[in-house]
Nanobody
Framework: HVQLVESGGGSVHAGGSLRLSCAAS????????MGWFRQAPGKEREGVAA???????RYAESVKGRFTISKDNAKNTLYLEMNSLKPEDAAMYYC??????????????????????WGQGTQVTVSS
């Protein structure tokens, strides 16, 4: 079982930046595929960014060029650097993980049902 703990959320003005972190409690961090999702009130949870075991990344069209997902295997930590934030980026952001030994190393998914483990979320608020 993997525990995920997000941090780094907060309130910023449009155009501002935030960096989210997700600490994972597993000795086998490098065998997991990771992703960031978000959910705004009244909306479905959507995939924002994902990173594969080989470092390949995928992004939602709405955040391409503004958000960057990365991970530090030595620290068992996933990051989401968010720049040029817009009011529509405001949401609860969740870290997700799934064991990926059975998948190709380049597998990175933005589909929520592909992930078995979830953090509790961190709130991002963007004012116009």
């Amino acid at each position: 079982h993997v525990q995920l703990v997000e941090s780094g959320g907060g309130s910023v003005h449009a155009g501002g930046s935030l960096r989210l972190s997700c600490a994972a409690s597993t000795l086998y961090y490098t065998t997991y595929c990771m992703g960031w999702f978000r959910q705004a009130p009244g909306k479905e949870r959507e995939g924002v960014a994902a990173i594969a075991r080989d470092g390949s990344t995928r992004y939602a069209e709405s955040v391409k060029g503004r958000f960057t997902i990365s991970k530090d295997n030595a620290k068992n930590t996933l990051y989401l650097e968010m720049n040029s934030l817009k009011p529509e980026d405001a949401a609860m952001y969740y870290c997700a993980a799934d064991a990926c030994l059975a998948r190709v190393r380049s597998w990175a998914s933005l589909t929520r049902n592909e992930y078995a483990y979830w953090g509790q979320g961190t709130q991002v608020t963007v004012s116009s």
